[in-house]
């Protein structure tokens, strides 16, 4: 005899012999059972879970000489032609290759004729949704009044494709993806009958490729069992299903999280000759996280399927897996699917993109999860502000040594200057956040860990401040702020802060305040605040006074007339002038900071 699919040869025949689709199968009994049985019925449900299966089962159930207790016997005439696919009365149609009207049409004629040797003609039609518009619509007339000895069971994976109008008419059961453990003490009952050694974690891989799809575990089974000369090991499951794949993201998952950057490049290396996707890589490694962050939090890996060496591989990791961290990683990754899409290159997108996840703690110093945020916060606000700020080239700022070597008439215009400017514009604290929203923690965080984009920040207005979005919106003449946030690491770092304080997507816009347009139209401005400037002065400080803050537009445009006044003050400054000769370098920016 030809060999028999495990898939085939194990087809439930009874309805305790369908595993976890309980509900379902007591359901129909009890119809039967109740003289309750309807003329129409869809399933519905994933892939190989049991619809055919169950609706033969109940065919035979409806048409058993002797049922026991709804349950068909099995052995009688009925139930043994319906088993073998021979019975007349019942009608077994595949949807996908009978889809047209003309089918529909020959079906309908043959429900005329009453069953030729049972209590009902019954007809399964299997994927049901493949039927074209007309088909369904032939359909209809004879669901609508169909002889009384006549039931339809429909079945479908994809039930938003059929009709409301064939919906309405038939009762539906929506049939569930198979348990593990169902899964698990199924295949050890099918490997125990059949004499098949196996190994525990080579089920629980083929369970967990299988998706709850009862027919595609024993398809992978008879793969195995045939690869490995009837012998199930890790080895060889492993082998056929390409977990070499899988050891290629776990060594790389595991070289991102303990920062071994120098791994990388030969990591990617053998991914490119092995010719792997790269998108299915970084699928591999958000599941990674994914899989990394539930054992972080809950102390267990999602799911029972798991190898026994998978859930080493977790725990050797954990402590290199900080929450924030993984985070971080999860938001690159997801941003590495999206980049892939668009880009001809995707070795060096998926390169860099591993090596900046390798580096994020050094990106963005998260690792010091308990750090007194508030105190620094504090510090950072209450630091005296430098009047005088430079190019990177010329760090002034971080040398107050040298001020104190001003010569003291230079330094007292420059302080003068800068009081101006002080008193002009808005005082630096940074605007506050709702009290729902996420802002004040992102400065928070922002000030203690990195206190460059706190920097920019401090430059921004705030627009809308929740978890689900914040927008926030610089000055034009806050342009290099803005860009800077809205590139390169500076971006990374900041959406990360956000992701970390709000802990999901936050829809995040930055924009440049284009209220102030082309420069003709700025210099107008300026020239008008120059002469209401007594007014608006008048506003801050009474913005001061209460605490309050004033409309950021009004004071950049001071803000800026005052900075240029200082520019032009200084720029011919002979002390200015010998600190870049000294120091090498050269000013190329004066701000109030
Ligand atoms: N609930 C279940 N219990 C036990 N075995 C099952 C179950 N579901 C599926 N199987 C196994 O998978 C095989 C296929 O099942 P069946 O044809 O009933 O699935 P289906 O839901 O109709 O799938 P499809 O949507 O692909 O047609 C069966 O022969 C059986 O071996
Ligand atoms: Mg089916
Ligand atoms: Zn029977």
């Given at each position: 005899m030809s060999y028999l699919a495990l898939a085939r040869k194990y087809r439930p025949q009874t309805f305790s012999e369908v595993l976890s689709q309980d509900f379902i199968t007591s359901t129909l009994q009890n119809a039967i059972n109740m003289g309750r049985?309807?003329?129409?019925?869809?399933?519905?449900?994933?892939?190989?879970?049991?619809?055919?299966?169950?609706?033969?089962?109940?065919?035979?159930?409806?048409?058993?000489?002797?049922?026991?207790?709804?349950?068909?016997?099995?052995?009688?005439?009925?139930?043994?032609?319906?088993?073998?696919?021979?019975?007349?009365?019942?009608?077994?149609?595949?949807?996908?290759?009978?889809?047209?009207?003309?089918?529909?049409?020959?079906l309908r004629e043959a429900v005329k004729f009453v069953p030729v040797k049972s209590k009902y003609k019954i007809i399964i039609v299997d994927e049901v949704h493949m039927l074209t518009e007309q088909a369904f619509n032939a359909l209809l007339k004879t669901l609508e009044e169909p002889p009384e000895y006549v039931i339809f069971i429909f079945a479908t994976t994809d039930q938003h494709k059929i009709p409301v109008t064939i919906l309405s008419r038939c009762q539906r059961y929506e049939f569930k993806k198979i348990s593990y453990e169902e899964m698990n003490s199924n295949l050890k009952s099918i490997l125990g009958k059949e004499n098949i050694e196996y190994e525990n974690d080579a089920l629980n891989y083929i369970i967990r490729n299988s998706d709850g799809c009862m027919r595609d575990a024993l398809s992978l089974l008879d793969q195995v069992i045939a690869y490995g000369g009837g012998k199930i090991t890790l080895e060889n499951t492993s082998y056929l299903l390409g977990i070499t794949d899988s050891y290629l993201s776990n060594d790389i998952f595991s070289a991102i999280l303990k920062e071994e950057t120098e791994k990388l490049p030969d990591l990617v290396k053998t991914v490119d000759e092995k010719g792997i996707d790269y998108k299915y890589m970084t699928e591999c490694l958000i599941e990674h996280c994914r899989n990394m962050m539930i054992y972080v939090v809950s102390n267990k890996l999602p799911g029972s399927d798991f190898t026994s060496r998978e859930e080493e591989y977790y725990s050797s990791l954990k402590a290199y897996a900080e929450k924030a961290k993984l985070y971080s990683l999860f938001q690159i990754l997801t941003k590495l699917i999206n980049d892939l899409k668009y880009s001809d290159f995707a070795r060096y997108v998926f390169e860099f993109a591993v090596i900046k996840a390798a580096n994020i703690s050094s990106i963005i110093n998260i690792l010091d999860n308990s750090s007194p945020v508030a105190a620094s916060v504090k510090k950072a606000v209450s630091a005296p502000v430098n009047k005088v700020t430079e190019s990177a080239a010329i760090p002034v700022k971080q040398e107050p040594a040298r001020e104190e070597t001003v010569k003291p008439e230079i330094s007292e215009k420059i302080a003068d200057t800068a009081k101006e400017v002080e008193k002009d514009t808005e005082p630096v604290p940074v605007l506050k956040g709702s009290e729902e929203g996420i802002w004040t923690r992102v400065l928070n965080i922002a000030s203690s860990k990195n206190p460059m984009i706190y920097a920019m920040l401090q430059h921004a207005k705030l627009i809308e401040d929740t978890a689900e979005h914040l927008a926030i919106s610089f000055p034009l003449e806050r342009k290099f702020q803005f860009t800077q946030l809205k590139t390169g690491n500076s971006k990374d770092i900041f959406e990360n802060i956000v992701f970390m304080v709000s802990e999901k997507h936050t829809k995040i816009d930055i924009t440049l305040d284009n209220n102030i347009g082309d420069s003709?139209?700025?210099?107008?401005?300026?020239?008008?605040?120059?002469k209401k400037s007594p007014d608006l002065k008048g506003n801050v400080s009474t913005a001061e006074s209460t605490g309050t803050s004033v409309k950021r537009v009004q004071s950049h445009k001071i803000e800026s007339f005052a900075v240029?006044?200082?520019?032009?003050?200084?720029?011919?400054?002979?002390?200015?002038?010998?600190?870049e000769k000294e120091l090498g370098g050269r000013i190329i920016n004066i701000e109030k900071n």
């Open positions: 049985v309807t003329h129409a019925y869809l399933f519905t449900g994933p892939r190989g879970v049991g619809k055919t299966s169950t609706a033969r089962i109940f065919a035979k159930a409806l048409n058993c000489q002797n049922p026991v207790q709804a349950a068909p016997c099995g052995e009688c005439d009925n139930c043994l032609e319906i088993t073998g696919g021979t019975s007349l009365d019942v009608i077994e149609i595949d949807g996908a290759s009978n889809r047209g009207v003309e089918e529909i049409r020959s003709k139209k700025k210099a107008d401005i300026d020239e008008g605040a120059e240029q006044k200082m520019k032009e003050e200084v720029k011919d400054n002979e002390f200015l002038k010998m600190a």
